[in-house]
């Protein structure tokens, strides 16, 4: 989902930027119609739903949580992402790329991975489109590394556990907090899954960042928030990303590609190891694509001694985002399967008898956690 939180005083990190190729934006009749949805005064555009709320903005729209009504008192949580006009040329521009934009979905419909967002549908509201997905319950990974979070499983959670979760979970960073190796390679790798799936259909995801890695309340991680996907065999149409966490080829306006994919997840790895991002002080483009290709020889500072001290892990840092995509992992698959990949480092934790079941600990925390408040 798509989030407008700020983060450490940056351009914010997980709002999508449109490619810069839009001129003025569509003229009144269909930037009104989103407006009027925005403000709840178009009846009937979510049709079935009831119980709409806003829980996401972005660069491409706006995200709601709904109940979608059925019979005999049937109701099914879902998340409708609605997508603005606003940037668009003109109508008919807008109506191009989000012909696009459901060919994508549509694909991604079909491939059913459990790392991966369910897409149930996609309409159009007086000319205004909207996709209609899975409800994810849990935090996403932004909620996940916020001071608020590790200040409420502080208040809530019994001493014992509470010293587990510190070492196994999650603990304070140096400006937020962090994962613990262990469970930052078990999101990792869904994460991974998620993008061999999409890789194997010829997708490019294009917008891998916290707010769009779910950790659900069964422990598993998801890759959620489609709406920037692209056909690797068409270089067409608008893309929208996150500054913050492309990778450095396409902040120099090359295409996506699955390596760009790995750098982007590379970047929210090592924020999830680091307990910071790993661009803090960057100033603009330009000083973000300069702290994206010196990033590799920055790691060893950047994380933490139990990290930096595991070369393993390192080597896998390092192979993510590295500047050069050509010396990235050739795909998502050898990144968690492949030599020195994720899993590999999952087994050097299960022969020196440190591993532990990330899943069913990450659902033990979660569910001792309990709802955000409000």
Request: a neutral charge.
């Amino acid at each position: 989902m798509e989030s407008t939180r700020s983060h450490h005083g940056h351009p914010h990190p997980d709002a999508p930027r449109p490619d810069p190729r839009p001129g003025s934006p569509t003229d009144g009749a269909l930037t009104a119609r989103y407006r009027a949805i925005l403000a709840g005064g178009e009846p009937d555009w979510a049709a079935g739903c009831r119980d709409l709320h806003i829980i996401g903005r972005g660069g491409q729209g706006v995200v709601f949580s709904a109940r979608r009504e059925g019979a005999d008192g049937f109701t099914l949580p879902v998340a409708l992402k609605v997508f603005s006009p606003e940037t668009y040329r003109t109508p008919a521009a807008y109506a191009e790329d989000m012909g696009r934009v459901a060919a994508v979905a549509a694909r991604v419909a079909a491939i059913q991975h459990e790392n991966l967002v369910a897409v149930h549908h996609f309409s159009a509201h007086a000319g205004v489109r909207i996709m209609r997905m899975e409800w994810v319950d849990g935090l996403d990974l932004r909620q996940v590394l916020s001071p608020e979070t590790l200040d409420r499983t502080r208040a809530r959670l019994h001493p014992a556990h509470l010293g587990f979760v510190e070492d196994v979970i999650l603990t304070a960073g140096p400006a937020q907090p962090r994962l613990k190796p262990g469970v930052a390679i078990h999101v990792l790798r869904d994460c991974l899954a998620a993008l061999s799936a999409l890789h194997r259909d010829g997708i490019t995801h294009g917008d891998l960042k916290p707010s769009n890695v779910m950790l659900k309340r069964t422990g598993l991680a998801k890759v959620v928030d489609i709406g920037s996907a692209a056909d690797l065999r068409s270089a067409e149409g608008r893309r929208a990303w996150s500054p913050l966490y492309a990778a450095p080829e396409v902040l120099d306006g090359a295409a996506l590609t699955p390596q760009s994919d790995l750098a982007s997840l590379g970047y929210v790895l090592v924020e999830m190891l680091a307990g910071r991002s790993p661009f803090d002080g960057a100033v603009g483009i330009g000083g973000l694509l300069e702290a994206k290709r010196t990033l590799e020889r920055r790691l060893a500072e950047l994380l933490p001694a139990e990290v930096a001290g595991s070369e393993l892990l390192l080597s896998l840092c390092r192979r993510l985002v590295a500047a050069d995509p050509d010396r990235r992992f050739p795909d998502a698959e050898a990144a968690d399967l492949g030599r020195k990949g994720a899993a590999a480092f999952h087994r050097q934790l299960v022969k020196g008898d440190l591993a532990s079941e990330y899943g069913n600990d990450v659902r033990v925390w979660l569910e001792a956690l309990g709802p955000p408040a409000g």
